[in-house]
């Protein structure tokens, strides 16, 4: 196995860097820690295959090993083209199957220029937040800005997530649920089983169970990119005491957030009217952002949210791209046995839904 030190320039799948630290692992092996040509820190264990020490270029000078002229002519125009399609344009446009609308690239397209790429999407329902996510997903893989990509959403979605991968971007994630893990938990015992695959679809039920909870929290390579669907779901809420009331599922989006570089929260519902929830929910994206739900306001969020509604959206003549709605209240006519279930179920409801926003329980939304 190759020993590696402070200072050496390496490079690896998606990249090179230098070496800044080396941390011996528990495990056996060492953790390098890589500050890498694109200004981004990544953890790798010295024991991941295609990972090599570069020569530097005193070390090359002084051996005498010089490139012929038209390696570093070829060099140049290879990095010119990289760096075009790496600030320049959309590389996966031109290589997915899909029709994107503008919108959606314009989406994209504002994720892709912010700092960290981390944002909540919180478009209505049916303009396609799981393409503009997939997109931005497509478009840092093309850029070699990410590798290692982890999509969590709902059991009845992950079927639809891996399928829609597969066929709109060509890309196979693997679908983790028990079957799966244990399966990798037996063919690599000692390691993390999140570090045994690069591309991975999973339920937030599942992530929130304790064995795989506790995985992702002592995961030491971070995700490039992760994304929650449906991230409504991922509930904290502040007590009566001031202190913080975490859901398992929430935890399960600390746990990724605080190991991810981009990170994007899907959801058609970002702000159910509970201000400390939805707090906590935008805390994941940014922690340091607000220190209180208090100080969040509209101008403070546009670098971290996009909010587009259908009655928002038009075509380039003027038309609308959805049909208005029209609600219409119908009377219905109930049988003396119908009026009486209504009735019953109307103040079961009312009576227990009341008490239990009266106690604070935040699993009543």
Known sequence: ???FEVGDHVKFAGGQGEITKI???PNGGQLLHVYTTEGQLR??????PHIERIDSIADRLAAKQIDAPLHH???ERATRLDLAYRYDRFLSLTNNRIEIEPYQVQAAYEI???YDHRYLIGDEVGLGKTIEAGIVI???IARERAQRVLIVAPAPLVVQWQEEMREKFDRNFVIYDRETVRSHRKS????NVWLQEDLIITSIDFAKQDDMLEALRNLDVPWDAAVFDEAHHLTARRSSDDSIERTQRYMVGEAVAENSDALLLLTGTPHKGKSDQFYFLVSLLDPYRFSHESQINPDALDDLMIRRLKDDMYETDG???FPEKNIEALGVDMSPAERKLYDDVTEYIREYYNLAQQEENCFVE
């Open 23 to 25: 941390e011996d692992r």
């Open 1 to 3: 196995m190759t020993s």
């Open 188 to 191: 690599h015992p000692n390691q």
């Open 73 to 75: 002519d070829l060099r």
């Open 319 to 321: 038309t609308r791209m």
């Open 43 to 48: 953890k790798l264990p010295s024991g991941l």
């Open 112 to 114: 892709l220029n912010s």
């Open 138 to 140: 497509e478009e840092l």
